[in-house]
Each structure stands twice: as C-alpha cells, then as structure tokens.
C-alpha cells in the first residue's frame, strides 16, 4: 500500500446525517457506551485524514495516483543530485590540494566559493513556487537545472587536460616535489572552481524544485505514517553520496593526487561520468516524475512575497528558523587545529578518508532507519538533544586521545566520524520532519529554500568565528605539530587541547535553542491554533539574515583577493 493511502478515511460527512425517515426510532436510541465508541471512531479516522489545505486544494486521489506510478522518480532523482553533489565536495582535497597544489587561500576559496551558491536558494524558491513553466512549478526547474548541470560537466570533461603541479614519474609511480611540471596550474584551477561553482548553482536549482515537491507529497501522508517519503530520500541521498565518495576515492588516489595506488583513473573520464549521471537525472525527471498540480497560473510576487511573510511571522514556523539558525552557528564553531591534528598527528591518507566517509554513509543511512522504524513518533527535542551529545562526546575523546598520543593512528581517528554518523543521519531526517510540518501550501520552495539558507549563512558565520576565539592559542603553525621542527611538546598540546575545549562549550550552548522546537507533529498543531504572530520578532530576524548573508560574500570575497586573504579572519598569518 503507498504511503498516501488514505487508510479509509471520512469520504464525506453527509452519511452520518441519517434521515428520520430512513430508520426506526428506537435505532436511533443509543447507550452511553455506544456513543463514546462511536465518537473514538470517528477521532481515529479524522487523525488519519491529512488537514486540509486553505490555500493550495489537492486532489488527493490524484496525488496518490501520481505518487504509486512516479513515487520512485524521486527517490531516484535524490539519488543522482547527491552523487553528483558529493563529487563537487570531495574534489577539493584530491584536485585542488594534492594534483594542482594550491595555495591556502585558494584552496579555501575552492571550497567555499562553490558551496555559496546554496545561499540563494531562497531566490530559487521564489521561482519554482511562482513562476510555473508551462503549468508547471517543479519538474520544468529540475530539467533545466541538471540540464545545465549536464554541460557544465560536459565543458570540464572537454576542455583542456589539466596537468599536475608537480613532476610524476608513471613509470616508478611516484611524485617529485622538487620538480615543478605545471607552473600554470593555479590558472588552470580558477577555470575548474568556476565551472564547478556554476555546477552548484544549477543543482541547487534542481534542488529546490525536488525538495518543494518532496514536500508536496509528504504532507499528503496520514498523520501516523508521516515522514515515511522524506526518511526514504534521505536513504537515497546517502546512497547516492556513496556513488560520489566512490568516484574520487577509487578515480583519485593515485599518486598525483596523494593517493596510495599507482594509477587513477583520468580526470576527462571522471567528470564525463558524472556527466551521464546529470542525463540519466534529466531523462529520469522527464519520464518518472509527476506533479499533481496541473496549469498553475503565474502568481503576484509582491502578493505571495506578504503571504510569505504573515506564514513566516507566525510562532511555530519563527521558533523553528531561529533555533536552527543559532544551531547552525554554534555547532559550525569548531577548532581550526583538527585538520593539523588529522595530518600530522593521526597521519591519515587521502584514501583512508575516502573509504571511511563510504563507511560514514552507510551508518548514516542506518541512523536514518533508526528514526524512520522506530523513533517516527519519538519526541523531536529528545532525538536532537541526545544525538548532539553524542557527537560531541565522541569527538572530544577521539581528539584528545590523539592529541596527547595515547593513540594516533588514522583508522582509530575515523571512529569518530563512524560513530557520529549514526545521529547525524537522526539529526538531519528530524530536521526534515519538522520543515514538513511547519510549511504552508503552495510556498514549500520558499519555505524549504530559506530554511536551508538561514542554514548555510549560520554555518559560514560560525567559520570566522572559530578563527577568532582560538587565535590567542597559537595553533594554526605547522611548528605546534611537527616534532621534527620543534613542535609537539606538552606546552603544544594543551595549546591544541583548550582550544577544543572551549569550541565544545560554544558548541554546548545551542542545546537550549532546542526548547524553541516543537516536539512533534501535534505540538506543530496546537501552537498553529494559537495563532500568535510576531511581525516585528520576523522582521529582525530576516535583516540579521541579511547582513549574514552579506558577511558571507564579504568573507567569499576576502578568501578571492589576494590582498585581503592574508588576514587571520580569513585563514591567513596576518599582513
């Protein structure tokens, strides 16, 4: 039976009403107990009857008929937007550290630059919930933007080999560094980090449309099977992360990207595969996916912009933004010393890493059964609470047990990342659970698309942050670690430990933002009958997101131009 099956539900009211005529008296005569049974009855059908839409009208039996034939087109296209997702993340450690060595400020801006598009996500939204292509307000965004996708890759898998930066020897399989082969390969960078950066930018468009339209299906679903769609496309993501992780961890571990093996498959390739991935997405969309809004007229933006707004001011949708955002800022605060405790203190290899984050994909993927089998009606709060404090513990112990060598070896380091993956994948399938529950009809794009800017705006705001409050440590010099330059003496490891310590407290202090959360779908509705709103509360809340989001350029930015990515907010050693 599909998730959307109405289970039975009340077809109309009117049967109730029976005609006097139609019936003897005394059966209309009922006990006490009859009609305490009867009114049970009828409470349990009206639960699993989805609430109905004052906004956006759906015809439900036409949405469950397009969910039974095209359901799985969307779990598929889940699948193919993260593998391809995940290809873009992984690159910049293999391509751009180790085969094109650049330099600090251009690695960072390599991984930065491209993820930025998914702050304006929200404008996405806007789009795909107001300006239908043909009728239609998902499935023309998904098309156009893996489409583009598509010939973004096609140009990076055409264009001109890149050569590594420095001399490989095929022959000995080994890498000198004290040869430099292709001087030109930072330029050759700043090609690929645009063309990549607009890869991103067009996923996220596809993305947007996907995930509104995920949604759209998801509150169709009886109240007790709710959350069923979204915990089986996030088993789809991590499948299709795992496709990605693949990718560069079989493709790019040969020695010119710091691998272990003695071959790799050709960079060319690499990206022409993903670009097949983008066409099956396209053909996927065009032929397994369906909406069940039909014709929809272009809205006025000015119009729908003040619905927006009168949803968005309302309690239970502003308490859920504002404690994500402060979540996403405190949880992003992490010491800028674990990347040198990963190097050079736990020696991990880049294939290593690779093969662990597969493993990590999988465990979240179990994290998110977990929820889905047995915690789909567990308190929210609860799940989030003892998830975060589980990922916290686990890192702390690992890191400090590196730290101070009582073990240092890379697979032990990874079984942090194992271990955290678990209630990471609860984490994030909960938070997708509430995002359900607090979106208005006919708005699920804008609604989903702000919530996942107000995300990455907090998390790049953390970043600075986490710079700022460690500097009077010291740690950022490779001289703390190395014990062949004078580094990793007691002093240098307390040093490395405080500055975890006192990340793990700013991290500790986003766990009473969780009270903001509702606790699970009736408490969404118990405070939707409230009816309280906050215009002003709304209001301050999208200019602090404003002018995070212009820190976020301003930091982008700073990370781009040489002139300013010298400064310690921005990585650098100081100008």
């Given at each position: 039976?599909s998730?959307?099956?109405?289970h039975?539900?009340?077809k109309?009211?009117?049967?109730l009403?029976i005609a006097?005529?139609?019936v003897d ?5 009922m006990t006490?107990?009859?009609?305490v049974?009867m009114?049970?009855?009828l ?6 009857k989805?609430?109905?839409?004052s906004d956006?009208?759906?015809d439900?039996?036409?949405c ?6 095209y ?9 193919y937007q993260m593998?391809?997702q995940?290809f873009?993340?992984?690159?910049n ?8 060595n ?10 930065t630059?491209?993820?930025s598009?998914w702050?304006?996500?929200i404008f996405m939204?806007?789009l795909s919930d107001?300006v ?7 499935r ?12 973004c890759?096609?140009l990076?898998?055409?264009?001109r ?5 420095y001399e490989?020897?095929?022959g ?9 082969h292709?001087?030109?390969a930072?330029?050759?960078a700043?090609?690929?980090i645009?063309?990549?950066s ?6 996220a468009?596809?993305?947007?449309a996907?995930?509104a339209?995920?949604?759209?299906y998801?509150?169709q679903?009886p109240?007790k099977t709710?959350g ?6 996030f088993?789809?993501?991590a499948?299709?992360?795992?496709l990605g992780?693949?990718?560069i961890?079989i493709?790019m571990?040969?020695p ?9 498959i050709?960079f060319?390739?690499l990206t022409g ?7 099956l997405?396209v ?5 397994r996916?369906r909406?069940?809004h039909e ?6 933006i000015?119009k729908e912009?003040w ?6 001011q309302s309690?239970?949708?502003?308490q ?5 955002f402060?979540?996403?800022v ?5 010491s ?9 203190w736990a020696k991990v290899?880049?294939?290593v890493?690779t093969?662990?984050?597969i493993?990590?994909?999988f465990?979240e993927?179990g994290g998110v059964?977990?929820v889905?089998k047995?915690?789909l009606n567990?308190?929210?709060r609860?799940?989030?609470l003892v998830s975060?404090?589980?990922?916290i513990?686990v890192?702390?112990?690992?890191e400090?047990?590196?730290?101070f060598d009582i073990?240092?070896?890379p697979y032990f380091?990874?079984?942090d ?10 984490t994030?399938l ?9 979106c208005r ?22 970043a600075?942050?986490s710079?700022l409050?460690t500097l009077?440590f010291g740690?950022g010099?490779?001289?703390?670690y190395?014990?062949e330059l ?20 700013v991290?500790l202090?986003?766990?009473p933002?969780?009270?903001?959360l ?6 969404v ?8 709103n906050?215009?002003?509360l709304?209001a301050a ?5 404003c ?10 930015l700073?990370?781009?131009?040489p002139?300013l990515?010298?400064h ?8």
């Open positions: 039976m998730p959307l099956d109405p039975n539900e009340l109309s009211v009117e049967p009403l006097e005529s139609d008296k005394p059966d209309l005569e006490d107990v009859e009609m049974e009114s049970v009855e409470e349990k059908k009206l639960e699993d989805p609430e109905k839409k956006f009208v759906i439900e039996s036409k469950n008929a397009n969910w039974k034939t359901g799985y087109g969307l779990y598929v296209e889940y699948f593998a391809v995940k873009i993340m992984l690159l450690y293999a391509f751009y550290g180790q085969y094109l650049l330099s600090g400020a251009q690695f960072r801006a390599a991984a630059v491209p993820m598009a702050s304006l996500k939204g806007v107001m239908p292509i043909r009728g239609q307000r998902r023309p965004y998904i098309i156009i933007g893996m489409t583009m996708t598509f010939f890759f096609l990076a898998s055409i264009w080999k890149p050569q590594p930066y490989y020897d095929r000995a399989c080994t890498v000198n560094k004290t040869v430099i292709n001087p030109d930072q330029d050759d700043f090609f690929y645009m063309v990549f607009a890869a991103v930018f067009f996923l468009i596809a993305d947007v996907s995930d339209l995920k949604i759209e998801s509150q679903e109240k709710r069923t769609i979204t915990s089986v496309t088993m789809f993501n499948c299709g992360g795992i992780a693949l990718l961890g493709g571990n040969g010119a990207f710091g691998g272990d093996f003695c071959w790799a050709p060319r390739i595969i993903v670009a097949l991935i983008c066409v997405a053909l996927n969309t065009f032929f996916i909406e069940h014709n929809v007229k272009r809205r006025n000015r912009a619905q927006f707004f009168k949803a968005f309690r239970e949708v502003l859920v933004f504002v404690a994500l402060i979540w996403a405190c949880n992003r605060v992490m800028p010393a674990g990347m040198k405790v990963k190097k050079n290899t880049p294939l890493s093969l662990t984050g493993v990590s994909g465990f993927l059964f977990l889905k047995y915690f567990a308190s929210w609860k799940i989030l975060r404090l589980i990922i513990a890192d702390n112990i690992v400090c047990v590196t730290i073990i240092r070896n380091y990874f079984a990342d194992l271990i955290s993956s678990i209630p990471e994948g609860m994030h909960v938070a997708g659970l509430i995002v359900i529950e607090i009809p006919g708005l699920e794009a804008m609604f989903h698309s702000l919530l996942v800017t107000s995300f990455v705006i907090g998390m790049t705001v953390g600075p942050i710079i409050i009077p740690i010099s490779d001289k703390t190395l014990a004078g580094g990793d003496q007691p002093a240098d490891r307390m040093a490395v430990f405080y500055s975890f310590m006192l990340t793990m407290c991290q202090l986003c766990l933002c969780l009270l903001l509702p606790a699970q779908k009736s408490d509705k118990k405070l939707r009958e409230k009816k309280q906050y215009p002003r709304a809340y999208l200019i602090v997101l002018v995070a989001f212009i820190l976020t350029l301003f930091l982008t700073g990370v781009l131009v002139a990515n010298c310690k907010i921005f990585g650098g050693k100081g100008c």
